[in-house]
Antibody
Framework: QLQLQESGPGLVKPSETLSLICSVS??????????WAWIRQPPGKGLDWIGI???????YYNPSLKSRVTISVDTSKNQLSLKLASVTAADTAVYYC??????????WGQGTLVTVSS | QSALTQPASVSGSPGQSITISCTGS?????????VSWYQHHPGRAPKLMIY???MRPSGVSNRFSGSKSGNTASLTISGLQAEDESDYYC??????????FGTGTKVSVL
C-alpha cells in the first residue's frame, strides 16, 4: 500500500517561497497508475485543492493559485514537490499530498503545518 | 471555482440516520459522476468513504452510502455510531482536470 509523508519548513516569511516535499513509499512515483496532488486546509477552514500532476508530467492548478504554484516530481528520489511563491498569511495551512489511483484522492499523507509569519 | 456548499453541522443520536448534502453546479457535481466523500479527524489524514457518487472502498462500513440528484450529492450515515463523529467533506471533479471540495460538515453524535 502506498504511503505518503510530507516534509518541509514549518515557518515561512511573507513574500518568500513555500517549498514542501512528499516522500512516497510502496511503489514508484513514476508509475502510470497514479496521479499526484496537493491539498491544503487553512486553520478553521475547509479543504482546498491546490493542484495535480499526471504521470505524463502535465500539471493542473487551482485557478486561484495558478500564478504562484508549481508541482513537480523527482523520480530519482520518489518524491513529489510543491512550491508556492509570494506567500502571505492567507497561505498558512496544513498541507497534504495525496494520490489518485482511480478517480479521486485515495491515499493522503498526515499533513504538515506551514505558518507564514515574519 | 467556488467551494461546494455543505451544512456546517449535522447531529443525530446513536442508531439514527443522518444525511449530509453537497451542492454545486452543472460544472462540477451535476456534470460528472465523480463525487467523493472524506471523513477527516483533525490531525489525521482524510479517509476516503465514498467515490464515484455511491461506491464504497474496501473496508468502509456499509452504513455509509452516497447518492446524487442534479447538482446536489448526499452522504447518508445509517445506524449512527459514536466513532462516526468527525468532519466530512465532499469533493467533485470540475472539468479540465480540476477538483473542488465542499465547505465541510461537522457530524456530532448526541
Amino acid at each position: 500500500q502506498l504511503q505518503l509523508q510530507e516534509s518541509g519548513p514549518g515557518l515561512v516569511k511573507p513574500s518568500e517561497t513555500l517549498s514542501l516535499i512528499c516522500s512516497v513509499s510502496g511503489d514508484s512515483i513514476s508509475s502510470n497508475t497514479y496521479y499526484w496532488a496537493w491539498i491544503r486546509q487553512p486553520p478553521g477552514k475547509g479543504l482546498d485543492w491546490i493542484g495535480i500532476i499526471y504521470y505524463s508530467g502535465s500539471t493542473y492548478y487551482n485557478p486561484s493559485l495558478k500564478s504562484r504554484v508549481t508541482i513537480s516530481v523527482d523520480t530519482s528520489k520518489n518524491q513529489l514537490s510543491l512550491k508556492l511563491a509570494s506567500v502571505t498569511a492567507a497561505d498558512t495551512a496544513v498541507y497534504y499530498c495525496a494520490v489518485i489511483t482511480g478517480t479521486t484522492f485515495d491515499y493522503w499523507g498526515q499533513g504538515t503545518l506551514v505558518t507564514v509569519s515574519s | 471555482q467556488s467551494a461546494l456548499t455543505q451544512p456546517a453541522s449535522v447531529s443525530g443520536s446513536p442508531g439514527q440516520s443522518i444525511t449530509i448534502s453537497c451542492t454545486g453546479s452543472s460544472s462540477d457535481v451535476g456534470g460528472y459522476n465523480l463525487v467523493s466523500w472524506y471523513q477527516h479527524h483533525p490531525g489525521r489524514a482524510p479517509k476516503l468513504m465514498i467515490y464515484e457518487v455511491s461506491m464504497r472502498p474496501s473496508g468502509v462500513s456499509n452504513r455509509f452510502s452516497g447518492s446524487k440528484s442534479g447538482n446536489t450529492a448526499s452522504l447518508t450515515i445509517s445506524g449512527l455510531q459514536a466513532e462516526d463523529e468527525s468532519d466530512y467533506y465532499c469533493c467533485s471533479y470540475a472539468s479540465s482536470s480540476t477538483y473542488v471540495f465542499g465547505t465541510g460538515t461537522k457530524v456530532s453524535v448526541l
